[in-house]
């Protein structure tokens, strides 16, 4: 079980409700062991187990919620 943490920008929230619906999206996909928005920077971090989920469906379930979201390059771990 591999477990790794993706950075992406997100744009288009506007208030703390935004958050809260991106935060409680994501952190239902199986797999999904963490997941922090920051409002104010338009971005976040998930942690999630790879064998699970996977980029593709996080960025999916974010833009599902209304918002744009891209993965940040050059920052993986």
């Known amino acids: 079980m591999k477990r790794e943490i993706v950075y992406f920008d997100v744009k288009g ?3 703390p409700d935004c958050k809260t ?3 409680k999206a994501v952190s239902a ?3 999904v062991k963490e997941v922090s ?3 104010t920077a338009e971005n976040g971090q998930v942690a999630y187990e790879s064998h699970l989920t996977g980029v ?3 960025i999916r379930v974010i833009q599902g919620t209304g ?3 891209a993965e940040q390059s050059g920052k993986s771990v």
């Open 21 to 23: 619906k991106i935060e």
């Open 13 to 15: 929230m506007h208030c």
């Open 37 to 39: 928005v920051n409002l």
């Open 29 to 31: 996909i199986p797999g």
């Open 67 to 69: 918002f744009d979201a």
């Open 56 to 58: 593709p469906e996080i």
